[in-house]
Nanobody, 122 residues
């Protein structure tokens, strides 16, 4: 599956951004979709994920209550709504896809988008 992420940018602390990821090439509704991020000098970390139907979602503790993941299986898209952004949210955000169960391990995801930069200024 091919993934194309968009929507990153520069925002002040406390602000909001919405990231989007468009998928093509496979049956989107069969895919578990996730968002990960990577800050400079750090490993890629899990942010959020949603099961194929979108009914169940999973979040990293650091973003619970601030971020929300949505998917639209009719449009083959998954979005990440980010609110109350903090400087520590800065990084390159990647969407990822896998078959099977929803997991938080990056290595378990088979397909990755190119990443979109999010910078939160203090």
């Amino acid at each position: 599956v091919q993934l194309q992420a968009s929507g990153g940018g520069l925002v002040q602390a406390g602000g909001s951004l919405r990231l989007s990821c468009a998928a093509s090439g496979r049956t989107f509704s069969n895919l578990v979709m996730g968002w990960f991020r990577q800050a400079p000098g750090k490993e890629r970390e899990f942010v959020a994920a949603t099961v194929t139907s979108g009914i169940r979602t999973l979040y990293a503790d650091s973003v619970k209550g601030r971020f929300a993941i949505f998917r639209d299986n009719a449009k083959n898209t998954v979005s990440l709504e980010m609110n109350s952004l903090k400087p520590e949210d800065t990084g390159v955000y990647y969407c990822a896809a896998r078959y099977g169960m929803v997991v938080t391990t990056a290595a378990a995801y088979e397909s990755w988008g190119q990443g979109t930069q999010v910078t939160v200024s203090s």
